[in-house]
């Protein structure tokens, strides 16, 4: 079992950046996959970047170049670097752990998530 806690969102400008970190309880944090997931108004929630238990990293196609997964086992935490910051950026962003070893953007494909942290970016 994990519990996690996500942490950092807060209102920037476009072309800013900030750094999301998600705290993840449990003995066994570096057996899951880590996702980030984000949802705006109105939208549904969606894949924004995933990290493997071997640090493998994938983004989707609107933040790559822009947003950096990691993850540090030693504190049980994952990050989120978000660089260069757009408006459409803005939403609820969600941490979320995933148990299996197959790839997936889905949101059924992850056992646990946080409350979210809200993200902000003013044109």
């Known amino acids: 079992q994990v519990q996690l806690v996500e942490s950092g969102g807060q209102l920037v400008q476009a072309g800013g950046s900030l750094r999301l970190s998600c705290a993840a309880s449990?003995?066994?944090?570096?057996?899951?996959?880590m996702a980030w997931f984000r949802q705006a108004p109105g939208k549904e929630r969606e894949f924004v970047s995933r990290?493997?238990?071997?640090?493998?990293?994938s983004y989707a196609d609107s933040v790559k170049g822009r947003f950096t997964i990691s993850r540090d086992n030693a504190r049980n935490t994952v990050y989120l670097q978000m660089n260069s910051l757009k408006p459409e950026d803005t939403a609820v962003y969600y941490c979320?752990?995933?148990?299996?070893?197959?790839?997936?953007?889905?949101?059924?494909?992850?056992?646990?998530w946080g409350q979210g942290t809200q993200v902000t970016v003013s044109s």
């Open positions: 449990g003995r066994t944090f570096s057996s899951y996959a």
């Open positions: 990290i493997s238990t071997s640090s493998t990293t």
């Open positions: 979320a752990a995933s148990a299996s070893r197959s790839y997936t953007t889905s949101l059924n494909g992850y056992n646990y």
